[in-house]
């Protein structure tokens, strides 16, 4: 499985490499509380972190149901020899689903969450479409790091499902914890990294475009990993 397992890994660092700068929400609320409440560096990349880790780990959380599904078709005798192209499939329909969903997403404009800078240094969270026009103040919710923690806690990065149902359906533990420790290490690095460069005042990227695409993306790329273990034999 170690050819397959690259091309995972791969897939799981773009994933979380895009998925983190595409997203200002996660790096834009820590640098603005860190002014506003002057924190030290240090302060701030600790509470990313912990948010950062939060948001992952309930991605993982929420991929259990597929890892329960790979490790229960294991104990069936006559899967052992099918199990590789099964997975595979799987892969590429995950990914399929996935990439229909985001492009859904974008045609019915979705709401989902973004954040707001006050000139007082205050951080509010809202729901808002693309497009849409100003968010009224009695709509909005004042940001605390524990706030932040229970938003990154909810928000789970579902293309986490395939990542780790693929290994589970194979019977590789060691597959799963690489992968989890590979997309954790990943989204925290762009995280605090985007965090160091605002903290310093650094102009960040404009991603707003490819935000709302991001679901979509990230169907692509697993629907791409899964053809070619199919058909280009990955």
Not at 96 to 105: A, D, E
Not at 217 to 228: E, F
Request: glycine share 10%.
């Amino acid at each position: 499985m170690e050819s397959e397992l690259n091309v995972l890994l791969m897939a799981a660092i773009s994933i979380s490499v895009l998925h983190t700068l595409t997203g200002p929400d996660h790096y834009i609320p820590f640098i603005a509380i860190g002014k506003a409440k002057n924190w030290s560096l240090r302060r701030t990349i600790f509470w990313t972190v912990v948010c950062g880790t939060g948001h992952v780990m309930s991605s993982v959380f929420l991929a259990l149901g597929g890892v329960a599904l790979g490790f229960s078709l294991n104990k069936l005798t006559w899967f052992e020899e099918v199990r590789g192209g099964w997975a595979a499939w799987a892969l590429f329909l995950f990914g399929i689903v996935f990439l229909l969903i985001g492009l859904f997403q974008v045609y019915r404009n979705k709401k989902h969450k973004h954040f707001d800078v006050y000139d007082s240094g205050d951080v509010y969270v809202y729901e808002h479409k693309h497009g849409q026009g100003p968010v009224m103040p009695t709509e909005r919710r004042k940001v605390t790091p524990w706030v932040m923690f229970i938003i990154f806690l909810l928000g789970p990065c579902e293309p986490m499902i395939p990542l780790l149902t693929y290994p589970a359906i194979m019977d590789s533990t060691y597959g799963i914890y690489l992968i989890t420790g590979v997309f954790l290490f990943f989204t925290l690095l762009m995280m605090v990294m985007m965090v160091v460069l605002g903290h310093y005042g650094f102009k960040l990227i404009k991603t707003d475009f490819f935000e709302k695409y991001m679901t979509a993306i990230a169907g692509a790329t697993i629907a791409i990993c899964g053809a070619g273990m199919i058909f280009l034999g990955w």
